[in-house]
């Protein structure tokens, strides 16, 4: 098992900068590769970013490409979403998520993923 939980969320105006940091406990944080993803009311749940165990290769929605950096700490056992630029439409609860495999195949579906957090709200108003 692992437990993930999301912090750093708030309200912030168009322009403005958030960081989100998902901490992890339970199983060997190392072995797995993370993901956020966001999900705003009455839409589904999209893919934002994603991380491989090792931190080496990280992959974007094309919506936030260029605005948002994920990366993570595996001594610390966390994973962070900085979050530039922000848009009304980032508007969204941001979840993290862990995926047991080492692989990083569809990182972009929710199915591939085991573990997910509560989610934290992020709004950014215009």
């Known amino acids: 098992q692992v437990q993930l939980v999301e912090s750093g969320g708030g309200l912030v105006q168009a322009g403005g900068s958030l960081r989100l940091s998902c901490a992890a406990s339970?199983?060997?944080?190392?072995?797995?590769?993370m993901g956020w993803f966001r999900q705003a009311p009455r839409l589904e749940r999209e893919f934002v970013a994603f991380?491989?165990?090792?931190?080496?290769?990280?992959y974007y929605a094309n919506s936030v490409k260029g605005r948002f950096t994920i990366s993570r700490d595996n001594a610390k056992n966390t994973v962070d979403l900085q979050m530039n630029s922000l848009k009304p439409e980032d508007t969204a609860v941001y979840y993290c998520?862990?995926?047991?495999?080492?692989?990083?195949?569809?990182?972009?579906?929710?199915?591939?993923?085991?573990?997910w957090g509560q989610g934290t709200q992020v709004t950014v108003s215009s």
């Open positions: 991380i491989t165990w090792s931190g080496r290769i990280t």
């Open positions: 998520a862990a995926r047991g495999d080492s692989s990083s195949s569809s990182y972009y579906s929710d199915e591939k993923y085991d573990y």
């Open positions: 339970g199983r060997t944080f190392s072995n797995y590769g």
